[in-house]
């Protein structure tokens, strides 16, 4: 249930943040039983004493990450327990009484269809942030979906390092999108100052399910088109094996900024600090 799975995610949370001081690095795994995928977290110790020699002109930046991410780690700042509630409780529908329940309405979308637009009153969801106050983290963005921008600071205090946008529930959770017979997605954005972000496609309603994300990197203004052929399973940044994209109910779109790509690798155009995105459109194609 609902209930269950925010419960859980507040315990977890929780259990985090009553850590020592000591760096830690949370290590999760997935494995699909059925259709239904089953989590488990390790914690692990990481040693703080880093050696220079040796690295590689190709390394450089990513080593310099992994410095300021190790020093900003000290930095601990209070939780902020109202901004988690205020933020997460924008994804989640009630559940609805057994004899009322009724199950969404799929939309078959059609070719160059809009799928949101900034300012458009028509949009059946709007974006609302999802930072990493949601694990504890310290980072922080808003959205106005009037304009589509999308504007916040990042941090890696408490361990975190990441901020993100997400589709409200489609019309309140009465609706998915059918996109079979099409490739993909088309967005159309301006700013991002080159920097490398995350789309993500969910065909699960579940809080934490799989995202289906395509890395791009924004410069200036312009589109790119996110072929459903090409996207990575992933579960907190981490691949996911196994698993199969439902293009014939799609539930939730989503835009994340993070420190981190894929497998605990770095992401190459990402700095801790202001940054700025205007999303413009999306669109199927």
């Known amino acids: 249930p609902t209930s269950r799975r925010i419960c859980c995610q507040i315990a977890l949370i929780l259990c985090l943040l009553g850590s020592s001081d000591a760096l830690l690095s949370h290590q999760y795994t997935s494995r699909v039983v059925g259709n239904r995928h089953h989590y488990s977290i390790s914690t692990r110790h990481v040693s703080r004493t880093t050696t220079s020699n040796h690295i590689s002109k190709g390394e450089k930046r990513s080593y310099k990450q992994s410095s300021t991410s190790l020093a900003a780690a000290d930095e601990r700042k ?134 289906w994300t395509t890395s791009f990197d924004a410069k200036a203004n312009g589109s790119i088109r996110i072929p459903f052929s090409s996207q990575v399973p992933t579960v907190f940044s981490k691949t996911v094996s196994g698993a199969s994209f439902n293009v014939n109910d799609v539930v939730g779109l989503q835009f994340a900024y993070s420190k981190f790509e894929y497998d605990g690798k770095l992401n190459e155009n990402f700095d801790v600090g202001d940054f700025a995105l205007q999303i413009v459109e999306l669109k199927t194609y």
């Open 78 to 211: 209070p939780w902020e327990l109202l901004r988690f509630i205020s933020q997460s409780s924008k994804f989640v529908t009630l559940p609805s009484l057994p004899f009322t329940a009724k199950s969404p309405t799929k939309r078959k979308m059609a070719v160059g269809e809009s799928i949101w637009e900034a300012g458009n009153p028509n949009n059946f969801f709007n974006f609302a942030p999802l930072d990493d106050v949601v694990m504890g983290g310290a980072s922080s963005s808003n959205i106005d979906n009037n304009t589509g921008i999308w504007t916040g600071k990042v941090t890696d205090a408490n361990n975190g390092g990441f901020v993100g946008v997400r589709s409200t529930p489609f019309q309140s959770g009465s609706l998915s999108l059918d996109m079979s017979g099409y490739k993909g997605i088309e967005i159309r954005f301006r700013q991002g100052n080159g920097k490398r972000f995350k789309f993500v496609v969910r065909d699960s309603t579940d809080f934490n399910g799989i995202c």
